[in-house]
């Protein structure tokens, strides 16, 4: 079946712009999980949804990073007053829940890029 | 502060040998551990996982051991493909209401010598 993917798969622009980054999971997984690989470094959370709800947001660096997930399945993540130090790969993935449902798949990442 | 720590940037092992990829953590609460892999430009691809409650979990040629006194896993693949070269990550899973993050090392890249 059709794996979690990700909408731009690349995007540039340029310091103090917005810029709204996609991700599709897998049909029928509830829970989905934004996270941001910078060079050299292992992945890091940024914020988890259940259903439509934010369950946890702790990851989220600053009020210039938001995300929305309104019907329980797409989601944006929103990065407004783009900084060049937000340059990384923003990489979505998507579980099921419950007991043995653990694995989190991640989509193929989209990288951004700020002059 | 690292939470998981994987020491070794870099391992190069010949083919057909068993490669050996260590991951340390700190949080005694983390409950389910998972290995990923990933190659350049695309996305960590699951590999096997662990609950806190077992010390061995065996998937074809990859096994991942536990040492919770430890606090220490690793895992074991054997024998080693060219096609396994690539980057591991180690993560860990925070239990809690209302989350399950992962928390990665910062990846271990294995390079399978023909």
């Known amino acids: 079946g059709a794996g979690v993917s990700q909408t731009p798969s690349n995007k540039v622009t340029e310091k103090g712009k917005y810029v709204e980054l996609r991700c599709d999971p897998i049909?029928?997984?509830?829970?989905l999980y934004w996270y941001r690989q910078s060079l050299g470094q292992g992945p890091e959370f940024l914020i988890y949804?259940?259903?439509?709800?934010?369950?946890?947001d702790s990851g989220l660096p600053n009020d210039r990073f938001f995300a929305v997930r309104p019907e329980g399945s797409v989601s944006t993540l929103k990065i407004q007053r783009t900084e060049r130090g937000d340059s990384a790969v923003y990489l979505c993935?998507?579980?099921?829940?419950?007991?043995?449902?653990?694995?989190?798949?991640f989509g193929p990442g989209t990288r951004l890029l700020v002059l | 502060d690292q939470q998981v720590k994987q020491n070794s940037p870099s391992l190069s092992v010949q083919e057909g040998r068993i490669s050996i990829l260590n991951c340390d953590y700190t949080?005694?609460?983390?409950?389910?551990f998972l290995w990923y892999k990933k190659y350049p430009a695309e996305g960590p691809t699951f590999l096997i996982s662990?609950?806190?409650?077992?010390d061995k979990n065996e998937d074809g040629r990859f096994t991942v051991f536990l040492n919770k006194s430890a606090k220490h896993l690793s895992l074991h693949i054997v024998p080693s493909q060219p096609g396994d070269s690539a980057v591991y990550f180690c993560?860990?899973?925070?239990?809690?209401?209302?989350?399950?993050?992962?928390?990665f090392g910062k990846g271990t890249k294995l390079s399978v010598i023909p």
């Open positions: 949080n005694s609460m983390f409950d389910y």
């Open positions: 049909s029928g997984h509830t829970a």
């Open positions: 662990i609950s806190s409650i077992k």
């Open positions: 949804f259940q259903g439509t709800g934010a369950a946890d």
């Open positions: 993935a998507s579980s099921l829940t419950g007991v043995g449902q653990e694995t989190q798949y």
């Open positions: 993560a860990a899973r925070t239990p809690g209401a209302g989350s399950y993050q992962l928390t």
